[in-house]
């Protein structure tokens, strides 16, 4: 389970191309190619390893203040559990 003072880390080993609204990412390692909408994107971009889950929240809610948010900081620790389920984020 995420924890809200987590700092994922994506990993930069990962190859990144655009397709129109969403964005590829293709995982030689594992053989797997994954695609992101907008949203997840935008996220993935905040994991660097020294943004907490609180930190991201702040920078998503910036972006979209229309949103609740207690269903974006949800919404945003869902996605960080996606992309721990697929080994897009590293362990530290």
Request: with cysteine.
């Amino acid at each position: 389970m995420t924890e809200i003072n987590e700092k994922p880390k994506k990993r930069d080993d990962l190859a990144i191309k655009e397709l129109g609204d969403e964005i590829m990412l293709y995982d030689e390692t594992n053989e797997k190619i994954h695609v992101l909408n907008h949203t997840a994107y935008l996220i993935w971009g905040f994991c660097d390893g020294n943004h907490t889950l609180k930190d991201i929240e702040e920078e998503m809610n910036n972006k979209f203040s229309m949103i609740n948010s207690s269903a974006m900081l949800k919404d945003i620790m869902n996605a960080i559990d996606d992309f721990k389920n697929n080994k897009l984020i590293i362990n530290q």
